[in-house]
């Protein structure tokens, strides 16, 4: 089959639509599951990670990589689940790191401001002046995020292959929407797109398990793979930190091999006069 990858803002209906659409098709459907397996994976905890893909990145995090490695420990666990075909991921970001995969279907979720207000003070029985404040803020701090980490804007219709307005739909309706969206050609996988998927889970997985370690985080090497072999290049001061990215991501599961072009070179200058 295919994959779903969902956008949505506060109040769109769009985890409605996502249950429901998992519920027709016996689909996997993850959203705070995605971050509670990349807590587990890379010894993380939930609530950072999941600061690091909702909320407005803070003046700290301007100044730090520790977002951005969260963002890697995510973006692992996306790819992983992706690479298992007949899941809807609904948010962190999958959009956006689906961008490459062609049967991958990008679905946008929205609807105007005072309509999901109204379903937010009625959810959660706030006031309106309330409920509209939230929906605001949600969407301020969403948008942020998205620009902060991917350099895209959220709103930005050119990034999702479908796009709904739920004003005048329930879920029901945006789940045979999105349905029928997916019986096009260009949304089914073929052996040559799910290999890809593969490489591109087992090339974020490298670099994930890579800014896990202690030893190996401040190094800033390159992964890529093709067919289940990893690759590996940059440029390190010391042999052991050489055989330690290496030996870390050799480790990983369905890898074919690593091909390792790390480079040591020694940061101690000659004495002068010699």
Known sequence: MSIVAISQTLGSLGDEIGHELARILGWEFADREIIAQAAQRFGEGVLELEHATEEKPSLWDRFTDTKRRYLTYVEAMIFDMAARDNVILSGRGATIFLRK???????????????????????????????????????????????????????????????????????????????????SERVQPTPESRAEVKDLALTAHAKAALL???????????????????????????????????????????????????VVVSSRRAPVGV
């Open 101 to 183: 995969v062609r049967h991958a279907l990008r679905v946008r979720i929205s609807a105007p401001e005072r309509v999901r207000a109204y379903r937010v003070e009625h959810q959660q029985e706030l006031t309106g002046e309330a409920a509209l404040h939230r929906v605001r803020q949600n969407d301020h701090e969403r948008a942020s995020n998205v620009k902060f980490l991917y350099h895209a804007n959220w709103d930005d219709p050119l990034l999702y292959d479908l796009v709904l307005n739920t004003e005048r739909l329930d879920a029901k309706e945006g789940a045979r929407l999105i349905q029928n969206a997916l019986q």
């Open 212 to 262: 896990a370690h202690p030893t190996t985080r401040p190094l800033h090497l390159a992964v890529a793979c093709k067919q289940g072999q990893l690759s590996v290049s940059g440029m390190v001061e010391r042999e052991e930190l050489k055989k330690a990215a290496e030996e870390i991501i050799g480790r990983i599961p369905e890898v074919n091999g690593v091909q390792s072009e790390i």
